[in-house]
């Protein structure tokens, strides 16, 4: 059985190192005042996977799968005001943002091999 409350912590905590390590990056690629953007969209991918873990907890405790549409739309509503407000600030904050939401992505893919 999958530990759930420890796979993600070690899924939210991959996801800020990812971020920190992003930022640092487009921090020297187009100036440290820029270099927000990536761990904004981190914040907001660690929030989305802990409404997601949220929301299936919810679920399971129920015994159904009602109730999830509110979630999803919650958490793509929450994504695209982050990336409103990376674009609204420059094309480089919106693209560090945009890589630090698809972080939640990347780790989705990899987090399989910490399973139990």
Known sequence: MI???RLTKKMAVTIMIMGMVEA???GLISGFEKSWGPLLGSAGAVLN???????IEKMASKG???GW???????YTFSAALLLL???????TLLGVFFGLMNLKIV???AWRWTD
């Open 3 to 5: 530990k759930v409350k």
């Open 24 to 26: 640092l990056v487009f």
């Open 49 to 55: 996977l802990f409404s997601l873990k949220n929301d």
């Open 64 to 66: 159904t799968t009602k």
């Open 69 to 75: 549409v509110f979630g999803y739309l919650g958490r």
């Open 86 to 92: 990376g674009g609204l600030v420059s094309f480089e």
């Open 108 to 110: 989705s893919f990899i």
